[in-house]
Structures are given as structure tokens and as C-alpha cells.
């Protein structure tokens, strides 16, 4: 054998042993054993493949109209948890399909809604709410029947020392009472004249668990198979990767959801979520607005909630001066001038913030924190509004004037970062920067975290001069979402004054609703005519489908989430 | 043999400390958790009550030693990710699912980039040769999470081939593991190809050819052994390019390892599960090192001798 064929026969060996490492790669790994049964990655091949004889993949292309596991490429929640107490807002999601509330939100305006409880009432005081229960409702998982016992279990854990919901203080120092099986009544340390909210999906608190399951398992029957009342039961999950629901048979109601089983799958990243839909992996995403118009070239179609319950704005800092400590860094003496703000605000281009940010799918704020139905809501509000807030920069420079700056005087910080749901905030402050700029106005971009403006603000001395991005989701009624962040006493300690201060005072502990009203409509005058923020957007919730599986949603959208009514989606 | 071993299971009981350490303190450099784990309304009552429940209102020496106590115990404290749950168990939970990417990856590294290291040095200059360097050179150069997204819409969304994302079956394994083990597959096949050369210019090699040896016998035989020692070297550094590319490639594959897991404790503060979590890597990374340097002992007389002197 000639060295030239030696040569070639060694490297036919070598691509030979190549292939080999190859298909020995490829061959590694089997069939995962934490794969969920349902999961998109099997049950929707494997429906895809009968059905149309399509890839093996699935494809958005293919009508996958009767998948029995609808599967939602969702942002993962923080923390994984059916403990609603431990996680609040963010983690509320994953409980909503198979947990109830006292109370549930109408389909059309998201008010309060018979839910667990059929009827309720208040003492004088707003200090005491009694409850009747509805009757023959059945725990998930053979758990009895649901009576006054539950409501006072879950009032006791919403009120724990581990909670981490806005209300915990509320709810430690309130407590329930079984008046019988099917009524309760809740003594509240305090007045609660919004208790309602609290018992429906307005906030985060509420969810009923089941007395029984917490006597025989306690914590560890909540972590491993938590027992609800829901249109879907609690099936499983896998940390860091999904969860999954099956339907409930035998709900109360009678009606029936159309989809066997949802199953949520946790997917960080935007674009992992949407290309999981566009390959027909899942069917619902919640990815970003700016990215919604990629979705709809590709076919895919956006559901709405019927509500819009989110508001966006912009903060000020330095302008805590109801305050009695505080002193004002008087080195940059523009932020407590409410002409200064006006023009920050006049120099804003709503239109096109929601036309540019929001795809035209939202309408500007009226007043922040208030919508009509709201008490203190007043239509003088909505008349001044192109005055006050409508777009006009050569006003923006006059009102500079008139307090005796030039634009380039004044030189606002803006903190940008971005927190889950918001992923537009950071585009939203290069935004503003450049409006602002037209009028000569030099902003300068601070990237940041939530939590580091979070501790910043805390402090009020020395974040002077900055401003921020922050949403009011879902619209908290006026007088929680003020005493909440505009109270000089909250940690946020956004615009106020001495006189908006005393108001507060006196709002907070009103219970004649004649009285409330003129409170705060008064405080709304105050904040809304000395520009105490720059009210931006308001929207509702907005979801991607793949219209070949899914043909029609209605929820309310008034959760933080939005997302909720699971067992109204129609499928194609 | 055995003192070199026990000299360096002593360096990594140390290494060990001084990363405990060193977590600690800069996990708490980030800033509160509360301002993370706490609702927008929550008043200072309510932050004081929960540090108290998540023992946040203690001086930080206390917190320090006790933590220190706590984690020679194997307790890193309840993980705030995962309310209810030890924060090592929420970890351990996790690190199949990166052990097994991150083996798949290696296995695809090393055995497709020895051999094409090798075939890159015994036939330089031909089209193999341009191929072995080219996708080292591209390797080396592409971020692996815009690899994981460019490969992501090509093979799942545009041609349908792979599934996006999730774990599930084989198939999902692929991606991730290309945009993971790339990297160090182009590192693999760069020492690979740089050691079988020098081998290969070594007098002995013309000997061993004149004596009329078969060239596959004289590479495979030879030459490899005594070029394979560089790569093995270099496998263990790769264990921490494995471990730190799979926070990226988990994230855009959400793929449940510990990865994704440590961002995620990262970004809400949880010290517990970061501790938790970047302890295991440790440990993973130094076992691997020793288990390598063992190896290297094996492998090479000089290393033995100079424990022994």
C-alpha cells in the first residue's frame, strides 16, 4: 500500500469516527421523565400530527382547533408558590385558574361580583362585613364542602407573619368568625369601606382554602396539591418550568371549560415565548406590546380584556413637601415648582407616547388614579385636560418662563429600568428624553432597578431631580393608591403638600360617602392642577393567541396579571 | 499519590470557605430583598415585620457567622424563590437538568472536536483543516445566547425541525446543547489541533514512521497520547465555561437548570438560594478540577514525582 492511500484511508477513518461522535451526541439523552403529560411539546405534536399530518414540530400554520392542553408561554412568577400569602401580585397568577375569592369581578366592568359569597353587608363603620356563603360548593380533590371554616382559615393566613401581601397588616389585625356554615362575619381593626375589593381579584388577598386539607396536611397538602373551588383543579408542577391544571367537572356553577387541561410554561425571554407560538408549541403568550405587531404579521392575533385597569406614569422625586422633616435640595429648586412640572408635562406628546409605545392600544390618563365611577371623580378633570396636559410646547417654554427658567436650566435625571409586565419602560424614558429635547430640556437616561429606586426614594434627601416610571395596575381605588404612594408618610412620599396632607388625613377616616367624595375631589384638584405626576397611558390587558386554537376570550382583566376566566376561552 | 489528593482536597476546603465568604458579602452588596419581595405599598411596619421573619434585622457579623454554622449543617436557609422550600434542595432540584446539558455538550465538545483537532493537524492545509479552524474561530466568537436565539428561530420557528424551547424529549436537548458546547468545542479543536502538531514535529515521529508503522497507528497511538494531555488540562477549565454559559443558554432555552435558577435568585435577592446556588457550582467546578488534576497525575509521571518530592 502506497503512502498516498495509506493517507486517504487514515482520513476516511477519521470521518468515519466523526460520524460516530456525531450520531453518539445525537443519540444521547431519552425521553425525560419530567416532561408533563400534557405539555405542548407532546400533546400538541402529537394532535398537530393527527389532525393535519403537518411536521413533527406542529406549526402555526396547521388548525390545532381541538388540542385538549391549551399551553400559555408565560413570564415566570416571583416566587413559584401555591402559597397566595407568600407571594402577592406577582406570584397570583399561578393560582388563579384553580382558586376563588369571596367575591369575583364582573365580566363587563370588573366591579365586584357574587363569587364565593352570594351576599354581604357592612355595619355603619365599615368596621364589620358579614358574609352568606353560597351553599353545595365542593373542594378540588375530594377535599368536602366549602363553609365559613375555610374563610376564616384564609383570613388568619393572609394575615400571617410571612406575608407578603399589601394588606397583611390588615388582615393580621382582623379576624373572622363563623356565624354559622354558610356565614361569616370579618371585624376589621379599622374601617374598610373598600373591603369588597379586598375580597375580590381587585388585589391580590382573598383566595379560599380549604380548612379541612390545612387540619390533615397542613402546609405541605398547600405545596403539594392544593385544594380549590376554581373552573380548573391543581394538577402539577415543575420548579422553573411549568404548571399544570385539569378541568373541574363538577364546578358550581355548572359550566363546563372547554380545554381539558391549561398548562403554564415559564419562559424568561420574550422572544422564546413568541417563537413557542409561532411554532405551535403554545397557543397564548403575554410577550411585550412592542412586540405584538411582529406577532400579528405572523398571523397570530391579540386578545383584549374588557376593562382597561392600567395606568401608566411618571414619578416626581423632591416634591414630598408636606413632609415635616423634609427640606428640598434647594441646588436644583425647579422640582418643587409646579410651573416646571406643568411643562414637563405640556412638552409630552401623549399621542404619540401611545401611538409609539403603547400601538395605538391604549388612551391617555384623565386624572391618575381616577376613573369616573371613582368617588372624587370630576368632569372639570376631563374639560381641562388639553389645557393641563394636552401637548403644546411653546406653553411648556411659557410656563418655564413664568417661573423664571430657561428649558436648558432645567436638567432632570431619568431613571430607566424595566420590571415584569412593563418591558417598555426603558423605550418610554429615551421617549420622553427626546420630546423633552425638542423644547431644549436636557434629560440624562440613569439606568437602573426598580429595587435600587425603590431604596433611593425611601431616602428622600438627595434623589431630587429624578424622575421615573411606575404603573397604578390594576387602578387601586384614589384614596389606597394615595395614602399607598403620594402620602407623605408612605415610603414613596410622591408629590404632596401640606394642605393635600391634612385632606388625606381626614379622607382616610371618612365614612359618610358624601364627605369622601368632596375629600377627594378636593385632593385630586390638588394633585391635578399642580401636575403632582405626569400621567400617561391607560390600557387594558392584551394577550397573544394563535388564532387556529384559540377563537374567543372574555375576562375582565382586572387583576394584576389580567389574565383570569380561563374557562371562557373558546376554542376554534 | 495519596498526599498530592489530600493537598488538594485541603485547597478546596479553602476555596470553599473563601466563597462562602465572598457570596455572602456580596449578595448583601446588592441591596435589600425586601425592597424586591415586598408590594409597592408596603409600609415600614410591614418591613420591619419581615425582617425579622427572614432574620434580616440582625447585625451582619451575626448574620455571617451563623450563616457559616448553618452551611456546614447543609442548611442555606428557606429560599424565598420558592416559599416553604430548603434553598439546597430547590438547588439540587435543579442540577440534573444542567449536568445533563452540560454533559451532552462536553461529550459533543470533545468528541467531535478531538477528532477534528487531530484530521485539522495531520491534514493542515486541506479543506478539513479550513472547516476545523473555521468553525473553531466562529465558535470562539459568537455569544452563545446569540447563537441559542439565531438557531432558535431557524431550526423551531422558520423550519420547524426542533422545539423551541422546555425540556422534553431529545430533540429539545439539541439546540442548547450546540449553542452551549460550541464554545468549548472550538477551544477543544484549537488545543487539539496546536498539540498534534507540535507532537507531530518531534523527531521520534520520523522514527516511528521509518520503522515502516501504519499512520493511524503512529497518530492514534502516538502522537494522541502524548498531544491529549493539553485538552485534558483545558476540560477542566471548560466545566466553568459550561457552568456560566448555561445562565445564558437556560435563560433562552428555559431550560430548568441552575443556571437560569441563580439569575433568577440574583435578580429577587434571594441570598438563600444564590448561596445556595453558586456553592453548588463551586463545588461541581473544584470536584471536576480534582477529579482532572487526578487524572493528570495519572497521566504524567513528572506530576506524580513532584507530589512525592
Known amino acids: 500500500m502506497n503512502a498516498s492511500l495509506r493517507r486517504k484511508l487514515t482520513y476516511r477513518r477519521f470521518v468515519a469516527v466523526a460520524l460516530a461522535a456525531a450520531m453518539v451526541l445525537v443519540a444521547c439523552g431519552g425521553q425525560d421523565d419530567e416532561t408533563p403529560e400534557g405539555s405542548g411539546d407532546d400533546s400538541t405534536t402529537d394532535d ?31 416566587p413559584e408558590t401555591n402559597r397566595h400569602w407568600a407571594s402577592g401580585s406577582p406570584g397570583q397568577l399561578q393560582l388563579e385558574p384553580y382558586m376563588e375569592r369571596l367575591l369575583g369581578n364582573d365580566l363587563e366592568t370588573g366591579a365586584a361580583a357574587p363569587e364565593l359569597a352570594v351576599e354581604w353587608e357592612a355595619n355603619d363603620d365599615f368596621t364589620e362585613w358579614t358574609l352568606q356563603l353560597r351553599e353545595g360548593v365542593q373542594f378540588h380533590h375530594g377535599w368536602g364542602e366549602f363553609t365559613a371554616d375555610d374563610v376564616v382559615l384564609s383570613v388568619e393566613l393572609m394575615g400571617r407573619d410571612d406575608s407578603v401581601l399589601e394588606t397583611a397588616e390588615m388582615w393580621a389585625g382582623a379576624e373572622a368568625e363563623a356565624l354559622g356554615p354558610y356565614e361569616v362575619l370579618i371585624r376589621f381593626a379599622e374601617p374598610q369601606i373598600f373591603a369588597l375589593d379586598f ?24 405545596d403539594s396539591k392544593p385544594a380549590g373551588t376554581g373552573h380548573y383543579m391543581y394538577d402539577e408542577r415543575s420548579s422553573g418550568e411549568w404548571i399544570r391544571f385539569t378541568r373541574n367537572p363538577d364546578h358550581w356553577s355548572g359550566e363546563l371549560a372547554e380545554s381539558e387541561t391549561i398548562e403554564f410554561r415559564w419562559e424568561p425571554e420574550d422572544s422564546t415565548r413568541l417563537a413557542r407560538v409561532l411554532s405551535g408549541e403554545a397557543h397564548v403568550t403575554d410577550i411585550g406590546r412592542e412586540l405584538h405587531p411582529q406577532a400579528i404579521d405572523e398571523g ?17 422625586t423632591g416634591t414630598s413637601m408636606g413632609q415635616a422633616d423634609y427640606e428640598p435640595n434647594m441646588d436644583i429648586p425647579w422640582v418643587a415648582d409646579a410651573r416646571v412640572r406643568g411643562a414637563l408635562n405640556k412638552a409630552i406628546n401623549r399621542d404619540e407616547v401611545i401611538e409609539f409605545i403603547y ?9 391618575l388614579g381616577w376613573t369616573p365611577e371613582r368617588e372624587g371623580w370630576s368632569d372639570e378633570w376631563a374639560a381641562d385636560w388639553d389645557e393641563y396636559y394636552g401637548y403644546d410646547p411653546d406653553r411648556a417654554v411659557e410656563l418655564l418662563a413664568e417661573a423664571g427658567y430657561e428649558p436648558s436650566d432645567i436638567t432632570p435625571t431619568l431613571w430607566s429600568f424595566e420590571i415584569a409586565g412593563s418591558p417598555e419602560w426603558p423605550l418610554l424614558m429615551e421617549f420622553v428624553q427626546q420630546q423633552w429635547e425638542q423644547i431644549g430640556i436636557r434629560a440624562t437616561i440613569e439606568e437602573t432597578q426598580f429595587d435600587i429606586v425603590r431604596e433611593q426614594v425611601v431616602d428622600r434627601a438627595g434623589a431630587e431631580g429624578h424622575i421615573y416610571p411606575l404603573r397604578n395596575t390594576p387602578i387601586r381605588q384614589p384614596q389606597i393608591l394615595q395614602q399607598n404612594l403620594f402620602d407623605a408618610e408612605s415610603r414613596y412620599g410622591m408629590f404632596n403638600t401640606p394642605e393635600s396632607e391634612d385632606i388625606l388625613d381626614q379622607w382616610q377616616v371618612a365614612i359618610d360617602p358624601d364627605e369622601r367624595d368632596r375629600l377627594a375631589n378636593e385632593f385630586g384638584d390638588i394633585k391635578y392642577y399642580e401636575w403632582g405626576a405626569i400621567p400617561l397611558a391607560q390600557f387594558g390587558a392584551a394577550f397573544v393567541v394563535d388564532p387556529d386554537v384559540v377563537a374567543g376570550w372574555d375576562f375582565p382583566g382586572v387583576t394584576s396579571a389580567g389574565m383570569t376566566q380561563w374557562e371562557n376561552i373558546r376554542k376554534d | ?17 473563601g466563597v462562602a465568604t465572598i457570596v455572602f458579602f456580596v449578595a448583601r452588596l446588592s441591596g435589600n430583598p425586601l425592597d424586591v419581595i415586598m408590594p409597592i405599598g408596603a409600609s415600614d411596619a410591614d418591613y420591619e415585620r419581615m425582617a425579622e421573619v427572614l432574620g434580616l434585622n440582625e447585625p451582619l457579623i451575626v ?14 436557609g428557606q429560599s424565598s424563590l420558592r416559599p416553604g422550600r430548603d434553598a439546597l434542595g430547590v438547588v439540587l432540584e435543579h442540577v440534573p437538568a444542567t449536568l445533563r446539558l452540560g454533559a451532552v455538550s462536553l461529550a459533543g465538545a470533545v468528541l467531535l472536536g478531538v477528532p477534528l483537532g487531530m484530521a485539522s493537524a495531520v491534514y493542515r492545509g486541506r479543506s478539513i483543516d479550513f472547516v476545523a479552524r473555521g468553525s473553531a474561530a466562529l465558535g470562539q466568537s459568537l455569544p452563545a445566547f446569540w447563537v441559542g436565539i439565531m438557531m432558535l428561530w431557524l431550526f423551531g420557528v422558520r423550519l420547524g425541525w426542533l422545539p423551541t424551547s422546555g425540556r422534553g424529549d431529545w430533540r429539545n436537548m439539541i439546540m442548547p446543547a450546540l449553542a452551549m458546547g460550541w464554545y468549548p468545542f472550538a477551544a477543544v479543536v484549537r488545543l487539539m489541533r496546536a498539540s498534534m502538531l507540535e507532537v507531530m514535529a518531534k523527531p521520534y515521529m520520523l522514527l516511528l514512521e521509518s520503522k515502516g508503522l501504519n499512520r493511524f497507528t503512529i497518530i492514534a497511538k502516538h502522537a494522541f ?82 507530589s512525592r518530592s
Open chain 1, 48 to 78: 398537530t400530527t393527527d389532525d393535519t399530518g403537518d411536521d413533527a414540530n406542529g406549526s402555526a400554520d396547521g388548525p390545532t382547533g381541538d388540542v385538549d392542553t391549551l399551553v400559555f408561554a408565560l413570564t415566570p412568577p416571583d
Open chain 1, 199 to 222: 375580597f375580590s381579584g381587585e388585589r391580590p388577598d382573598g383566595f379560599i382554602y380549604s380548612a379541612a386539607q390545612w387540619d390533615a396536611e397542613g402546609e405541605a397538602g398547600i
Open chain 1, 300 to 316: 397570530l392575533e391579540i386578545v383584549r380584556s374588557n376593562v382597561e385597569n392600567h395606568q401608566s406614569f411618571l414619578a416626581f
Open chain 1, 359 to 367: 400601538e395605538g392600544d391604549a388612551k391617555p390618563i384623565i386624572a
Open chain 2, 1 to 17: 499519590m495519596a498526599r498530592y489528593i489530600t493537598n488538594r482536597l485541603f485547597q478546596m476546603f479553602l476555596a470553599i470557605l
Open chain 2, 63 to 76: 448574620q455571617y457567622f451563623k450563616y457559616l454554622v448553618n452551611i456546614a449543617q447543609g442548611d442555606f
Open chain 2, 225 to 306: 497520547k502524548n498531544a491529549a494531555a493539553v485538552p485534558l488540562t483545558y476540560f477542566g477549565i471548560t466545566i466553568g465555561v459550561v457552568l456560566t454559559g448555561s445562565v445564558v443558554v437556560e435563560t433562552v432555552f428555559s431550560w430548568p437548570g441552575i443556571g437560569r435558577l441563580a439569575i433568577d435568585a440574583v435578580m429577587s435577592r434571594d441570598f438563600a438560594t444564590t448561596q445556595a446556588v453558586v456553592m453548588v457550582m463551586a463545588v461541581i467546578y473544584m470536584g471536576v478540577n480534582l477529579i482532572v488534576d487526578f487524572l493528570y497525575g495519572v497521566l504524567d509521571p513528572r506530576v506524580r514525582a513532584g
